[in-house]
């Protein structure tokens, strides 16, 4: 199993390439993290960086991958969102850096859990199964 991790908002793609530096620093992601490259747009020199590619397979890995996640992006000072997939069932979750600093350890907690148990779970019938986990503030919900 795979996942992708997409970043959007300003500077996108250092923004993901410091995402894969801060993955591959992890002990149990060393080696499983792969940045993707996608074509070139016209002008450009070369390839750029389009997402962030994690092979799933041992216990703890998708735990590791979740929270290495959520602790990149509590550090962004900027409006980020990233937006994990898992490839084949595209199960996918989307999280912003302005909502995660809203919550409470109990709610990062939980949307970890979530977030994990959406990238696990079995292909969701009939298409994407897109992640605002239950019982967690909305992006602009958090904190009313």
Do not use: F, Y
Not at 53 to 77: C, F, I, K, Q
Not at 97 to 120: C, G, I, M
Request: aromatic share 2%; net charge neutral; glycine share 14%.
């Amino acid at each position: 199993m795979r996942v992708r991790a997409t970043v959007d908002g300003a500077d996108g793609e250092a923004q993901l390439e410091g995402l894969a530096r801060w993955l591959r620093q992890e002990p149990e992601l060393r080696g499983l993290v792969v940045l993707q490259r996608g074509a070139a747009p016209g002008g450009a020199m070369g390839p750029l960086a389009d997402a962030v590619e994690t092979a799933l397979g041992s216990a703890g890995v998708g735990a590791a991958l979740v929270s290495s996640v959520l602790a990149w992006l509590r550090h962004r000072t900027g409006d980020v969102r990233v937006t994990l997939t898992r490839t084949g069932a595209e199960n996918r979750i989307e999280i912003t850096a302005s909502r995660l600093r809203k919550l409470d350890s109990t709610q990062v907690r939980a949307l970890a859990a979530d977030a994990l148990n959406l990238l696990e779970a079995p292909p969701a019938p009939g298409g994407a199964s897109n992640g605002v986990p239950d019982g967690l503030p909305a992006d602009g919900d958090a904190g009313r």
